[in-house]
């Protein structure tokens, strides 16, 4: 249960858009639909903000999408706002009813 | 409004026991299944453990296996976490988190810490 990789950090500008990569392996990322992100702002608990790696729960902004490429899966912000500034992590169904987490990647608006 | 409370967390040395409780409210807790989630100071999530909607069913994260316990008592809408032989590496917060049919943690509690010093 090797943990997913990503970027410890990303910045933009306000307006921008960001990309936030987050590599397994085809025994995770690339076997299955089901990566997660969660955002976690300082001191507060993850939140979920995308599901089987495309789809945004009700009441998450547009602005935020996911697409996966074979053993990577990518969340890109658009329209970057200083709300957005936040820790970051992906999360795939790992088979045999685990679930592995990224690192996490701080965002920073610049 | 769904809420999930944690509690038991505290400060406790290697070796000894410890159990954490999770108080779900505004929803049908026996519908669902029950994930526990970590972090620990200064880095990031870690999945513990998760058990089914009826209590039959429970996995755990290689870390934790043969040490802690994924348990429900769903006559009181609680999902508990005993953790034995704690290590030093146990520190961190516990986070609970309602499970949307094995695809994502769609709504997580505000967690509770454990220490584990000498």
Known sequence: QSALTQPASVSGSPGESIT????????????????SWYQQSPGQA??????????????????F?????????????????????????????????????????????? | QVQLVESGGGVVQPGMSLRLSCVVSGLAFNGYGMHWVRQAPGKGLEWVAVISYGGDSKYY???????FTIS????????????????????????????????????????TMVTVSS
């Open chain 1, 65 to 110: 999408s996911g697409s996966k490429s074979g053993n990577t899966a990518s969340l890109t912000i658009s329209g970057l706002q200083a709300e957005d500034e936040a820790d970051y992590y992906c999360c795939s169904y790992a088979g045999r009813t685990t679930w592995v987490f990224g690192g996490g990647t701080k965002v920073t608006v610049l």
């Open chain 1, 20 to 35: 936030i990569s987050c590599t397994g392996t085809s025994s995770d990322v690339g076997n299955y639909d089901l990566v």
């Open chain 2, 72 to 111: 429900r008592d769903n006559s009181k809408n609680t999902l508990y976490l005993q953790m034995n032989s704690l290590r030093v590496e146990d520190t961190a917060v516990y986070y609970c988190a309602k499970d949307d049919d094995l695809i994502a943690f769609d709504i997580w509690g505000q967690g």
């Open chain 2, 61 to 67: 994260a290689d870390s934790v296996k043969g040490r």
């Open chain 1, 46 to 63: 993850p939140k979920l903000i995308i599901y089987e790696g495309t789809k945004r729960p009700s009441g998450v902004s547009n602005r």
